[in-house]
Each structure stands twice: as structure tokens, then as C-alpha cells.
């Protein structure tokens, strides 16, 4: 995105959402055929914390496919066992919570974790921004405002009302992309839709992470 020249090239999404061969259960190699982009050497260096923390939150959805699992089982584990800060990441501000299946009346117990908004949504908006560059092979220069359907509210004045609203703008953005074609080479992993909508919204991506954990980007005239 900046006038440096290409030195390097980034992975969209970022090389640590696949899974590693070693990390599956039936060991399929799922970092074939990844998306790259130009890119420079310090501006590559210096998002890839951020590109590591997105993971972290990316795999703790609570619809992702076993693929998300895989991530949680091995490579989280890792992490959590060589660096007690990542430990200390996903454990702060937690707090129980009961989930209910609505079709079946089901409960079972889980953790809430607090994450860091601001932090996701510069990673999301990296990532759209990519997408858009390979997708159209040209850069977009406005804004994104980034949605991740899988962030939830639980606290706050009207938490009820916010995950209403995201809710209907997952309904709405599936129904509008219904037919669109799914794109990417590892769909256990990531696939992106899109379409061009004209007027104030230019055009409306729909990302899904490990088959469960959506986010909507919306690129703004």
C-alpha cells in the first residue's frame, strides 16, 4: 500500500491462520496455494504481531470446523507453553458463559474472553485491503469499515441490541452474496465473496474463517 518498492511479498490471509501439515489430525498440508500480495520489508515485519494476535482470536470461535480445533490443539498450545504472555492474552478478562443450541436446547459451559477491538480490526481492515489488491489487482485507498460477525457483546449499555444488529447484518450480507462465487484455494481455512454494490458502499466482502467465524467488510466511497 505504500510507495516503498516490493521487496518481499505477504500472505492474505496471514500464514499463521493454516494450519501447518504436522498440526492436522489426518495431516493434510493446508498451506498450498496461499494468497500473496507485494509487499515491503518494514511494513510486512512490523504487522506481524498483529497478524499473530488475529489467529489467537480467529481460532477461539465457537462454530469453527475441527481446522480451527486443529490450531487450538497444537499451535496455541505451543505458544501458550513457550510464552506465558499468550497464556496471559487469552486468559485475561475472561469470564463463563453458558451457550444454548437453539434448534436443540442444549447448554454447555465456555469462557468469554475480552480481546483487543482495536487491534482486530487493523488486522481485518490489512486483510481486506489485500483482498481487494489481488482480487482487482488495484488499491484501495478509502476506507473499510471492518464487522467481525463473531465478536460478540456482553456487556455494555444494549448488548442484546449490538448482537441483534450484527445478526441481521449477517443475514443480510449472505443474502446479498448468495450467489457469488466462493474464493480461495483452502475453504476448511478461508474463503472471501464479494460484490460491487455502488453508491456509498462500493463493495461488500464477506470473509469466513475455519467455516464459522465471519466477518463482513464494507469498502466505503
Known amino acids: 500500500m505504500c510507495e516503498a518498492p516490493e521487496t518481499s511479498v505477504e500472505h492474505v490471509p496471514p500464514r499463521a491462520v493454516f494450519p501447518k501439515a504436522k498440526d492436522t489430525v489426518d495431516g493434510v498440508d493446508l498451506r498450498k496455494q496461499l494468497i500473496t500480495v507485494p509487499a515491503c520489508d518494514a511494513h510486512n515485519s512490523a504487522k506481524s504481531l498483529d497478524d499473530e494476535y488475529l489467529m489467537y482470536v480467529l481460532v477461539l470461535g465457537i462454530l469453527n470446523n475441527s481446522r480451527g480445533g486443529d490450531q487450538v490443539r497444537t499451535k496455541i498450545q505451543r505458544a501458550i507453553d513457550a510464552t506465558p504472555g499468550v497464556a496471559k492474552l487469552l486468559s485475561e478478562h475472561h469470564v463463563p458463559v ?3 443450541d437453539i434448534e436443540t436446547g442444549v447448554r454447555q459451559d465456555a469462557v468469554a474472553v475480552r480481546v483487543d477491538s482495536k487491534r482486530v480490526h487493523t488486522a481485518l481492515d490489512h486483510v481486506g485491503r489485500a483482498l481487494y489488491l489481488h482480487h482487482h489487482e488495484q488499491k484501495w485507498l478509502g476506507e473499510i469499515q471492518t464487522i467481525p460477525l463473531f465478536m460478540i457483546a456482553l456487556d455494555g449499555p444494549s448488548p442484546e441490541a449490538f448482537n441483534n444488529v450484527l445478526d441481521g447484518m449477517r443475514l443480510g450480507v449472505e443474502a446479498l452474496l448468495a450467489s457469488e462465487r466462493k474464493h ?27 467455516e464459522g467465524s465471519k466477518v463482513v467488510l464494507l469498502f466505503k466511497n
Not at 480461495?184 to 475455519?210: H, K, R, S, W
Request: glycine residues 10%; contains cysteine; aromatic residues 10%.
Open 98 to 100: 453458558q451457550l444454548e
Open 184 to 210: 480461495g484455494a483452502n475453504p476448511e481455512i478461508i474463503t472471501y465473496q464479494l460484490a460491487q454494490v455502488g453508491g456509498e458502499i462500493d463493495c461488500v466482502m464477506l470473509l469466513t474463517f475455519y
